[in-house]
């Protein structure tokens, strides 16, 4: 187990968005859920507190903080994507119930929390060893919202995006 794990704020959806995001992917599950013992900032005794839970094999903690707090993009969490499909899964997943899309690759889910969706493809593109092509397609993802397989190799290669 890593020493370095995130701890993520939240105003009472500390269970519910670590749920939400075990669901997503592999290798994920909640470890623990403690509730406040007594009534205090965080919550009335017996109210979740925090849960500690793994996200793809990375450790994790939720906190019911007791109050609001913005995430910014200082701090994002990037899920590398083996292909088109998941890509797509996971955006529409993360975007679902009052996510926002942002651009090349980022979003914030419903809670705020801000993500990266990016295809392992994208680093074939952009540090490809022809120059031009990786100019084209570092180009190409900066105009894109969620970050497209086909489109970058169409730029990269010099082919229209139509």
């Excluded at 909640?30 to 793809?56: C, H, M, R, S, Y």
């Excluded at 926002?100 to 969706?117: K, M, P, T, Y």
């Excluded at 952009?126 to 900066?142: E, F, H, S, T």
Aim: aromatic share 10%; proline share 2%; glycine share 10%.
């Amino acid at each position: 187990m890593s020493k370095v794990s995130p701890c993520l704020w939240f105003d009472g959806e500390a269970e519910e968005a670590a749920n939400f995001y075990v669901s997503l992917l592999p290798d994920s599950r909640i470890e623990a859920v403690q509730a406040n013992i007594i009534d205090g900032p965080a919550g009335k005794a017996g109210t979740v507190l925090f849960v500690d839970f793994t996200l793809a094999g990375q450790r994790f903690m939720a906190l019911n903080g007791g109050m609001r707090m913005e995430y910014t993009h200082a701090v994002s969490f990037k899920i590398d994507c083996a292909d088109q499909a998941e890509v797509d899964r996971l955006w529409d997943a993360l975007l679902a119930d009052g996510g926002a899309a942002e651009h090349c690759g980022w979003l914030r889910d419903r809670f705020g929390v801000s993500w990266q969706i990016v295809p392992t493809a994208l680093w074939t593109y952009v540090y490809g060893a022809d120059r031009g092509g990786a100019a084209r397609a570092m180009q190409a993802m900066l105009a894109m919202v969620k970050l497209d397989i086909e489109g970058l190799r169409k730029a990269y290669e010099g082919k229209s995006a139509a």
